[in-house]
């Protein structure tokens, strides 16, 4: 199990046994971590946020690997989108050859565009041209993007072939979808809805009694009693 926790100001990236025993330590400022199960290594992202041990001269955010035992920490590629603002979105995805990575670039208008990021000729595509926002993006091992996109006016599910660039969308419903995951034979689809309802529910101070008056899903707050 890899995971990130925060020591002495920086994030660090710790490698432990699913059976319990010791922690070791990966990296220094690593978020989010995937595997790269072929070369047994770890990719995270580092920035100036999350590691303030060394100087980012390329960016904001950088992505690295590092071979499980914490050895032969190799730089990836930079991310010179991601200026850390909470209106910049960040996620990658690495191919299932492990050859590539998709990566979520930022604009200026605040809008986000998917990428392809070879790991052997360091050039990047563009694959979307939506003027969207986007979040989220999972390369599923049928090798589709499976992404979060405003395209069609709420944060619904999209999925794209890397090759034909041809866009599908998966979901439609008036709440967010995130975190798109296809199952191992691709039958099925297991993703995050972001639900913002609020029931109305009164409650008798004198009895405890609590009563809910309203239950459709709609978004209520800031409720008044005249």
């Known amino acids: 199990l890899v995971y990130t926790h925060r020591l002495r100001g920086n994030l660090q990236l710790s490698l432990v046994s699913s059976l319990g025993g010791e922690s070791r330590k990966l990296a220094n400022g690593g978020r989010p971590c995937v595997w790269l199960e072929r070369e047994n290594r770890i990719m995270f992202q580092r920035s100036s946020k999350t590691d303030r041990s060394r100087v980012f001269p390329s960016s904001q955010a950088e992505i690295w690997s590092v071979k499980l035992d914490g050895t032969d ?10 200026r850390g603002g909470h209106l910049d979105f960040f996620s990658y995805s690495v191919s299932p050859d492990e050859a590539s990575i998709a ?30 926002n986007i979040d ?39 709440v967010a979808e995130l975190y798109g995951q296809l199952s191992s034979d691709g039958s099925r689809l297991l993703y995050y809805q972001a639900h913002q309802n609020g029931n109305i529910i009164i409650g008798d101070l004198a009895t405890g009694a609590v009563r809910q008056i309203t239950s459709d899903d709609t978004y209520r707050a800031f409720v008044s009693i005249s």
Not at 116 to 125: D, G, K, L, M, P
């Open 103 to 132: 990566w979520i670039k930022n604009f200026p208008d605040f809008t986000q565009e998917l990428m392809i990021h070879s790991r052997t000729s360091h050039e990047n595509v563009q694959i979307t041209f939506d003027h969207a």
């Open 73 to 82: 920490e190799r730089f990836e590629f930079p991310d010179s989108s991601f």
């Open 136 to 174: 989220e993006v999972v390369w599923s091992k049928d090798n589709h993007l499976l992404y979060s996109c405003t395209k069609g006016g709420n944060l619904d599910l999209w999925a794209i072939s890397p090759q034909s660039e041809t866009q599908t969308q998966m979901t439609r419903s008036a």
